[in-house]
């Protein structure tokens, strides 16, 4: 079998020939993005080969000659090779901002969680009663909110009941969550353990989560990574093809995010320096990742009429999906509206009172998928519109994630001279989505691209350009395939400079024009003006970091909403998945949320495709 070597970091790994470089990066420890999904069209997987051969007769469309002649590759294609060395891909890595900051109010109600202490009665030759018997008795009946029950003990749990029991001398302490029991241990001596609660949102890119203490609902930490199911492509729709190839790609996806979620729960519990049992998750997610997370197929989500499986999922046993750790936590998942309105946007609407709100308000989560809700007259109508991932950096020639050498501010100076902010304040090395809008919109403003979406070049500018800053004019260049407006300047940059180029720009109007369009529907269904809006709130990283000046000059919000009236919230997503971990009385309120809540199928929506076709064109200056 291939032998492949990675250098500096001597990692050494065997793989079957065949195996494609990006599951040997996987296997060696090194996670590469893959927002084509393997399709080898954008590049950002490349490794480079330091020793061996690998074909390159495939990888021409998205490498230079130079870069192949360098030993460039991109890892995602299919090759062959025998024994390779490959430099290490995470000194190219990306460590990316992922927003863990939210606005916390105190959740309504109780939580729903007991804690028993149990002295069962010892077996003898006169009680010769089961172990499972034992402890229902023991433990009685327990108040729920559909009354008394006796609870449910899952497969793991019971597995390790006579163990437990054993150790103990039949003396132990029970946790549960409304019916169910969650946890049995021995009788700890000292003080009790704490109970924890992780809630978790579950984005497409990036998972964020927060450690809670459940008996007071104190946040103890925060963590964040990468989703790594992001291997198999930066867009659901690319991880729902990859997953619909078998039930091993399916059960990879699965065990990918269990892993991940795992991963945060030890790793925000290492931060708190907290010990304690772990009794239950919340996670919030699009209905793509929650079907992926529980291993159910998603095909029909990808396909019309676009049904789910589920909307809703009972309470599961973590362990049930592949749960390593000590504790079996009960997992429970945030109910969506539909195949594209998922409990992610739920749990922003819970976790800010939207359906509760006097007047109209907007709720935009603008991200891989662009989620729309809009609360007016004691109705809520949702909608998701196809935004794909320029926002996060992918598609765009230089794109990136907002991670250390991003362009994620660009505007004018006092004298008209273009300045650009880079993430970090060091060398430019991409683009990040609040960048690549504040550069749409600042040369837009200055008539470097006209209401079409057409960047001008040098040769176009003329007279009509003439009366710009000089700093703007330089920046005018030609490219192989169009022509580019250098952001950073290579001479400033320190290396190859960073460019807007007219492909950029193209996929930027169609991801502004997909949720701009969205938003117009919506207002349409509901009669409202963009101006009679009384708030619009922008969750997630994007819509967090955004200016709301560039996306009404951009047209990504419509004109007439009121700059004054636009608020940014955090990370709305993991805000109400906190409130859904710690309450009853929220989990039902995030029930009704997704019941009635009304999904308008842009799609198949009369007027929707001229909306998008208007929406993609710039406002006049």
């Known amino acids: 079998m291939p032998v492949v070597v990675f250098r500096p970091s001597g990692r050494r790994i065997e793989v079957e020939p065949g195996t494609r470089l990006t599951e040997a990066c996987r296997l060696a420890g090194f996670s590469l993005p893959s927002p084509c999904g393997g399709a080898g069209l954008c590049g950002k997987c490349r490794v480079r080969i330091l020793a061996g051969e690998v074909s390159a007769a495939r990888h021409e469309p998205c490498l230079s000659a130079e870069q192949l002649a360098q030993g460039w590759r991109c890892a995602c294609l299919p090759a062959d090779y025998g024994d390779l060395v490959i430099a290490d891909p995470a000194e190219d890595g990306e460590d990316g901002v992922i927003l863990t900051e939210f606005l916390a109010r105190p959740p309504r109600g109780e939580s ?37 029950e006796r609870p449910e003990v899952d497969l793991p749990l019971l597995a390790g009941l006579p163990e437990v029991l054993r150790r103990s001398d039949f003396h132990c302490r029970a946790v549960g969550v409304g019916g169910r029991l969650v946890s049995l241990r021995g009788r700890a001596e000292g003080n009790r353990e704490a109970k924890l609660g992780l809630a978790v949102d579950l984005g497409t890119t990036t998972l964020a989560a927060a450690l809670c203490d459940l008996d007071d609902g104190a946040i103890l930490a925060a963590a964040a990574r990468d989703n790594p199911q992001g291997i198999r492509g930066n867009d659901v729709i690319s991880r729902i093809e990859y997953a619909s190839r078998g039930s091993g790609e399916l059960d990879e996806m699965r065990r990918l995010a269990v892993g991940a979620i795992e991963e945060l729960a030890a790793k925000a519990a290492e931060s708190a320096k907290v010990s304690g049992r772990l009794v239950l998750i919340a996670v919030g997610g699009n209905p793509a990742m929650a079907h992926l997370l529980l291993g159910v197929p998603a095909a029909a989500l990808a396909a019309s009429p676009f049904v789910p499986a589920f909307r809703e999922s009972p309470p599961l046993s973590a362990s049930s999906l592949g749960w390593r750790g000590g504790d079996a936590p009960l997992l429970w998942l945030v109910p969506g509206v ?47 519109a196809a935004a794909g991932p320029a926002f996060e950096g992918a598609r765009i020639a230089q794109g990136m994630r907002a991670a250390s050498g991003a362009v994620c501010r660009v505007g004018l100076a006092v004298d008209g001279a273009l300045r650009s902010e880079i993430v970090g304040g060091g060398p430019a090395r991409g683009i990040c989505g609040t960048g690549l809008l504040d550069a749409a919109a600042t040369l837009r403003r200055v008539g470097v691209i006209d209401p079409g979406g057409r960047l001008l070049s040098r040769d176009e500018a003329g007279a009509e350009l003439s009366a710009l800053h000089p700093d703007i004019l330089s920046r005018l260049h030609g490219k192989p395939d169009g022509p580019a407006f250098w952001l950073v300047h290579p001479s400033a940059s320190g290396g190859s400079g960073v460019a807007l180029t007219q492909r950029d720009v193209r996929e930027f109007q169609l991801a502004k024009g997909a949720v701009a369009a969205g938003v ?49 919230v955090g990370n709305a997503a993991l805000a109400g998945t906190r409130l859904f971990l710690l309450s009853e009385e929220e989990r039902a309120a995030a029930g009704d949320l997704a019941r009635s809540a009304a999904y308008v199928d842009l799609s198949n929506r009369d007027g929707f495709q001229i909306a998008f076709a208007r929406e993609m064109l710039f406002p006049e200056t």
């Open 112 to 148: 729903g969680i007991w804690e028993r202490e149990l002295a069962l009665p010892p077996p003898s030759p006169a009680d010769a009663r089961d172990d499972q018997t034992r402890l229902m008795e023991a433990l009685g009946e327990i108040e729920t909110q559909k009354g008394l």
């Open 338 to 384: 539909s195949a594209f309105v998922g409990g992610d946007i739920v749990a922003g609407l819970l976790a800010h009172d939207v359906a509760r709100l006097d007047g109209s308000t907007l709720f935009l989560d603008i991200g891989t998928n662009g989620e729309i809700a809009l609360a007016a007259a004691g109705r809520l109508h949702t909608a998701a």
């Open 520 to 568: 117009r529907i919506l207002l349409e269904t509901a009669g409202l003006a963009p101006e009679t809006l009384d708030r619009t709130l922008l969750a997630g990283g994007f819509g967090s970091y955004l200016d709301p000046a560039s996306a009404l000059a951009t047209g990504l919000l419509p004109a007439g909403i009121r700059p004054e009236r636009v608020r940014s």
